[in-house]
């Protein structure tokens, strides 16, 4: 019964795009709607989340998708995509193609090995885990970057120059600057909707306080542009 399946789901803590996916090979119909996120049902949550966003500012914020398609951005964010080719800024933008592709933001990042290992073990493991034929062209596509090959194993962790708590990101901003960020992510707590539970917002924090004053600068800079 399509009972019985929920249950079990709920026991394996299934996602709800595979609980709807196992109801119909089981010839139920699928319980949980997928609004998209522009839809008028979703103006709340959009203003939500747009909210949430502005309010770190000048930190970097964004919000995606299960491909990690940014959907929502901040404007602190947003300075992130200054002299970015147009190879790497491609709709939809998507984190992994704008921090791995050689001619995105992975010149700029002065811990590629460690930050491309991180982020290439993310995509590597969600399109293992899902079985998402979106998610694993995705990697395909960015495991053959020149710049990754021989460069990153997703499977072995970088050795850290030092001992540290986390990974930092740490991105060169020009004029010898760089900044160092950490990054928590956040879901919502009880979605019913296939897109809401897929949703993630991502905002990234100073990991220093160098990098504190310097956010606070590329703030005040793009205000006063104004």
């Not at 019985?4 to 709607?33: Q, S, T």
């Not at 709709?91 to 592709?101: D, M, Q, S």
């Not at 460690?114 to 590597?124: E, T």
Request: charged share 25%; with cysteine; net charge negative.
């Amino acid at each position: 019964s399509p009972e019985l399946l929920m249950a079990i789901a709920r026991g394996l803590d299934v996602p709800l795009r595979e609980c709807n996916a196992w109801l119909l090979a089981a010839g139920y119909a699928p319980r949980y709607p997928e609004t998209p996120l522009d839809a008028e049902a979703m103006a709340r949550v959009r203003d939500t989340l747009q909210r949430l966003l502005d309010g770190h500012d000048p930190y970097p914020g964004i919000v995606i998708d299960r491909f990690w398609n940014v959907l929502v951005a901040n404007r602190a964010s947003l300075l992130f995509l200054d002299g970015v080719a147009p190879a790497a800024l491609v709709e939809p933008l998507n984190v992994f193609r704008l921090c791995l592709h050689p001619d995105g933001l992975a010149a700029r990042t002065r811990n590629f090995e460690a930050w491309s290992a991180y982020l290439l073990g993310q995509l590597h493991r969600a399109a293992l885990v899902t079985g998402d034929a979106g998610l694993a062209g995705l990697a395909d596509e960015i495991g053959r970057y020149p710049n990754l090959d021989g460069l990153a194993d997703w499977r072995r962790e970088a050795a850290p120059r030092e001992q540290a708590l986390l990974v930092p990101w740490e991105l060169d901003v020009g004029g010898g600057r760089a900044l160092s960020l950490f990054g928590t992510v956040t879901t919502f707590g009880t979605p019913q909707d296939v897109t809401l539970a897929e949703l993630a917002v991502e905002l990234f924090y100073p990991a220093d306080e160098d990098s504190e004053a310097l956010l606070r600068e590329l703030g005040s800079a793009v205000s006063a542009r104004r």
